[in-house]
């Protein structure tokens, strides 16, 4: 049996420049608890 785990992230920015480097230095594992973990099993 094979699960795949997905979450959305979403940030806020001025620009796509800056939307990209809040998500390399914003967002971490850390941020989000388990339960924001949407699993889906694959056959």
Do not use: N, P, Y
Request: glycine share 2%; aromatic share 6%; proline share 0%.
């Amino acid at each position: 049996m094979k699960f795949k785990a997905s979450l959305t992230l979403s940030v806020e920015a001025e620009d796509e420049d800056g939307a990209k480097q809040a998500f390399q230095t914003q967002v971490s594992a850390s941020d989000f608890d388990r339960d924001s973990i949407e699993l889906e099993e694959e056959e």
